[in-house]
């Protein structure tokens, strides 16, 4: 017994001695780095440095390519997207679409096309001759009204009557029609602004109200063309103060002002309480503006043109000798199709949008279809290409007496005009999939509207509520109408598109 417990006591210290011998050895093989050892080992500090700074790089790397990939699948999304702001973001000159494009990962989007566009704008030729006019050669503009309304207040479209609304679609070679501007009815242009578009002959034109949008530089403008065009954007008091605070804008030495290209033209006093319809004095009356212009094209102030305008002007007018165009709608062809989309976006006040098809409809114009010789009644109208002939003033300034006299949806109007002349207006109007190649389309920084727009019920204008009402515009759905329109059924809408 005594022999086992011996015999246990001397494994136990063997063991202990040979480990205490492997220690001591260990340590003997750290020290020999200072002491002449043969094995020189790291500092463990550095170690996980090293091993640290590995996976940081790593890491790194795998971080950067995933942000890659994500902005090269975002520019993917947003140059297909149908949504205005992503598809700004999409630059169509940049480095990385093109490397897409070539890559066969980037395609249009449906709704737009290519444009069969000249190649160069400097060997675009400009007719010599302008169109002659045959059908209105001497057009001129009533500028005070009849004795009649000389107790009332002006106003910058006239006290124009329900007879001198029909004589004016009556064509002779001579007409004197309304037009805006009418004597100490507002829209009034600076004398500096007055004499400088005097010299302007092809003109590109947009406009600010409100103070809802900033100039948007066009691209792609030629050398040429920046000699060639005047760039005229049309603003108020309101637009130019606000655009004075959040662009640079200079002063040339006449006393002009700039925003890059574009020459801002002050239009103090606005001619109505609806900023929506201020806009469609520069829209619309665009040679009442620029009398000098021969050519012009009108582009909404939320464009960004991406387009050369001599080439715009090539493609649009002079390749098939027309002398005006527009855009088709995406969605609609009749004007009362267009009507029930306003009336569901709540665009404009319902009762009134119906008051003012009622109108039509008792004056004929019908609902479009093939059988009609225009290939729809309703335009794009953010972009107007024009020839300043005299039935095309003519037509202008009809056009404008509509939304005067109704309401500011000139969409609406355009089309009626077009029917009540007969047929002797001719115009090109080009596929909407060009329009939305011509330009990026920007968001406004908010939305311009009036309340009378949000009125769902002819009562709510009564009493405290005619406040809502535009005083200046608009007349003619409050002037007792010449016709019975109590028995006016409108024709029916079927939606041709979810969009519409």
Not at 46 to 72: D, N, Q
Not at 100 to 108: K, P
Not at 436 to 463: T, Y
Request: one cysteine or more; charged letters at 25%; glycine letters at 8%.
């Amino acid at each position: 017994m005594d022999s086992e417990l011996q015999r246990s006591v001397s494994l136990r210290l063997s063991r202990r001695g040979d480990r205490n011998n492997q220690n001591q050895k260990n340590k003997d093989a750290e020290g020999g780095l200072g002491s002449g050892g043969d094995l020189p080992q790291d500092d463990p500090t550095k170690i996980v440095w090293k091993k640290g700074l590995i996976r940081l790089v790593l890491v790194a790397g795998i971080l950067w390519m995933l942000l890659i990939l994500i902005v090269l699948l975002f520019h993917v999304w947003s140059c297909r997207s149908s949504l205005s702001f992503f598809s700004a973001i999409c630059n169509k000159e940049s480095k990385v679409f093109i490397m897409l494009d070539t890559m066969g990962l980037v395609s249009r989007p449906q709704h737009r096309c290519s444009i069969p566009l000249a190649d160069d704008p400097d060997s675009v030729m400009i007719p010599r001759r302008r169109t002659p006019d045959k059908i209105v050669q001497n057009l001129s503009y009533i500028l005070e009204d009849e004795p009649v309304y000389n107790k009332s207040r002006p106003l910058f479209g006239g006290h124009q009557s329900w007879m001198q609304r029909d004589e004016s679609f009556k064509l002779n070679s001579t007409m004197k029609v309304h037009c805006g501007f009418m004597r100490k009815g507002g829209a009034e242009m600076d004398t500096v602004d007055v004499k400088y578009v005097k010299k302007c002959r092809f003109v590109v034109a947009s406009g600010i109200f409100d103070g809802y949008d900033v100039p948007h530089q066009p691209s792609n403008i030629s050398p040429r063309s920046q000699k060639l065009f005047c760039f005229l954007m049309v603003v108020d008091e309101k637009s130019f103060d606000f655009i004075k605070k959040n662009v640079t804008v200079k002063e040339d030495n006449a006393g002009g002002m700039w925003v890059g290209i574009w020459r801002l033209v002050l239009l103090r006093h606005p001619p109505y309480d609806e900023p929506r319809r201020n806009g469609k004095v520069p829209k619309i009356l665009t040679h009442r503006l620029f009398p000098r212009a021969q050519y012009s094209i009108w582009i909404d102030g939320k464009m960004e043109l991406l387009v050369d305008p001599l080439l715009i002007l090539e493609r649009y007018l002079w390749r098939g000798q027309h002398t005006f165009a527009i855009s088709r709608h995406k969605h609609h062809q009749s004007i009362y199709e267009e009507a029930d989309a306003i009336k569901r976006r709540k665009r404009y006040a319902r009762p009134l949008i119906d008051l003012h098809m009622k109108i039509y409809r008792y004056e004929g114009m019908e609902p479009w279809s093939s059988k009609k010789r225009t290939v729809s009644d309703v335009p794009e109208g953010a972009i107007i290409i024009r020839e300043h002939t005299a039935l095309n003033n003519l037509f202008s300034c009809l056009w404008f007496n509509e939304v005067n006299l109704f309401t500011p949806r000139d969409q609406l109007s355009f089309g009626y005009v077009v029917y009540r002349l007969g047929g002797a207006f001719d115009f090109f109007m080009f596929p909407n999939c060009e329009y939305n190649s011509l330009f990026v389309l920007h968001p406004h920084n908010r939305e311009h509207s009036s309340v009378i727009e949000w009125v769902k019920d002819l009562g709510e204008l009564k009493g405290k509520g005619s406040q809502m009402k535009e005083s200046r515009g608009g007349l003619g759905l409050w002037i007792p109408y010449p016709g019975n329109l109590d028995m006016v059924v409108l024709p029916p809408v079927a939606r041709t598109s979810k969009a519409g």
